[in-house]
């Protein structure tokens, strides 16, 4: 709306970025804004903020603290959050979908989870 319309709508998203710029964050940095998929959140507002900087909303300040957020999801506190990516990935994350095991033909051959999966193996995907 900001790019399109611009006006109320570029002070709407300026007012938003300096808020969200000022909650809590981690430890290591993460804008924390909920405890329910809080990476999640945060790569979502980092978007934002990027899209906001794109605007000259701020832009030093808004891209520096987008890409601070994206460099905690890639791996800036010693691991990364992004499955076959970066230092130390998850192996086992908790994703309904990643625990379904499925034929060639994409039929259910069984469900599983951490606690019954053959041996806990860890997920081989590499992003490269």
Not at 7 to 32: E, H, K
């Amino acid at each position: 709306m900001a790019e399109e319309f611009g006006g109320q709508y570029t002070s709407a998203l300026q007012s938003f970025m300096n808020d969200i710029r000022g909650f809590p964050t981690t430890p290591g940095g993460m804008v924390f804004i909920d405890q329910w998929g809080s990476l999640r959140q945060a790569l979502n507002v980092a978007f934002i903020g990027f899209k906001a900087a794109d605007l000259g909303i701020d832009s030093s300040t808004n891209r520096a603290w987008a890409a601070r957020q994206v460099d905690y999801a890639l791996g800036s506190v010693g691991h990364s959050y992004v499955v076959g990516f970066g230092n130390n990935p998850p192996l086992r994350p908790h994703h309904r979908s990643r625990w379904v095991a499925y034929t060639f033909n994409h039929t259910v051959t069984h469900l599983c989870d951490p606690t019954t999966a053959p041996g806990g193996l860890p997920v081989h995907s590499t992003i490269q």
